[in-house]
């Protein structure tokens, strides 16, 4: 079955970082996505995984892939109050559906 | 610039009345998609397009309808038939193909009043 699951809140301290968790089903996901909505807003892209990559870095984010656990996480180093929003984790099944998990609400903490 | 449009940003519909809400891409996507988001629920597929002409039902269809005339729109609407209307509806499209990264649009909060 296709689902894809994450933890719904996650609290960090301005400057730490944060590591948003997510795990999915399907073992034939090519692409792996994690996108980014601010309050009343649509969901912007942040950055996204193949499926044979373990790791991806772009400025202050990390993704990290275990294809074996099907578990993906997003780390986002020193963590800033504009990061709060909530963060989605989302796969491409290669039949043009994308499949989101429920979302993780980051707040930063002063 | 190429985006995706949705409007109007907020709507208010009485209840039995049907509202339609409109996406617009200027993307050149063939995919199209609506979702509908609840605090807590995530994101549920509401519909998705493919193709012009050509629409499936995704996981909470019912109460809902759309049509896919033209590639650059897919309006929704929200019929009588849905009991529990309000929530804010995303709207979205792709490229098709293995790597679909979504292009999402802004929004529309729809209460029912």
């Known amino acids: 079955g296709e689902d894809v699951e994450q933890s719904l809140f996650l609290s960090v301290r301005e400057g730490d970082s944060s590591v948003i968790n997510c795990t999915y089903t399907d073992s034939s996901s090519t692409y792996l996505y994690w996108y980014k909505q601010e309050p009343g807003a649509g969901l912007q892209l942040l950055t996204y995984i193949f499926s044979n990559m373990d790791m991806k870095q772009d400025q202050r984010l990390t993704v990290l892939l275990n294809k074996k656990d099907k578990h993906l996480s997003l780390r986002i180093a020193d963590t800033q109050t504009g990061d709060s929003a909530i963060y989605f984790c989302a796969e491409s099944m290669g039949n043009d559906k994308i499949i989101f998990g429920k979302g993780t609400r980051l707040h930063i903490l002063p | 610039d190429g985006g995706i449009t949705q409007s109007p940003k907020y709507l208010f519909r009485k209840e039995g009345q049907n509202v339609t809400l409109s996406c617009e891409q200027n993307?050149?996507?063939?995919?199209m998609y609506w979702y509908r988001q609840d605090p807590g629920q995530g994101l549920r597929l509401i519909y998705y397009?493919?193709?012009?002409?050509?629409?499936q039902k995704g996981d909470i269809a019912e109460g809902y309808s759309v049509s896919r005339e033209k590639k650059e729109s897919f309006p929704l609407t929200v019929t009588s038939a849905q009991k529990n209307p309000t929530a804010f509806y995303l709207c979205?499209?792709?490229?098709?193909?293995?790597?679909?990264?979504?292009?999402f649009g802004q929004g529309t909060r729809l209460t029912v009043v």
């Open positions: 979205a499209s792709s490229t098709t193909g293995s790597r679909a990264e979504a292009f």
């Open positions: 397009s493919q193709i012009v002409n050509d629409f």
């Open positions: 993307l050149n996507h063939d995919a």
